[in-house]
Nanobody
């Protein structure tokens, strides 16, 4: 059974930065791709960033690509999302997902974490 656990969310001031982590309890971290998604109240879940196994393919949504860095440490079985210059519009529940590289298109990874809330204050 694969479990993904996000951490690092919480309150953050606009203009600040944060780092989200996603830890896998799976014996193997061999997921073709890891993705970070977010869902704000009243909005659909959207892809924020995706990264493949070798970390040589990365995709960012246009709304965040200048402010976000996605990475993964396969040995530690963790993925990370670093965000800077946070804006009020970044407030959402952030989810990590694991699956094939197609998750960047389909938005449907094979496995989901439960999410971590990011609240942005002015």
């Amino acid at each position: 059974q694969v479990e993904l656990v996000e951490s690092g969310g919480g309150p953050v001031q606009a203009g600040g930065s944060l780092r989200l982590s996603c830890a896998s309890t799976s014996p193997s971290f061999y997921f073709d791709a890891m993705g970070w998604f977010r869902q704000a109240p009243g909005k659909e879940r959207e892809l924020v960033a995706a990264i493949n196994w070798k970390s040589d393919l990365i995709r960012y949504s246009d709304s965040v690509k200048a402010r976000v860095i996605v990475s993964r440490d396969n040995a530690k079985k963790q993925a990370y999302l670093e965000m800077s210059k946070i804006e009020p519009e970044d407030a959402a529940v952030y989810y990590c997902g694991a699956g094939t590289w197609e998750l960047r298109i389909t938005g449907t990874p094979d496995y989901w974490g439960r999410g971590t809330q990011v609240a942005v204050s002015a």
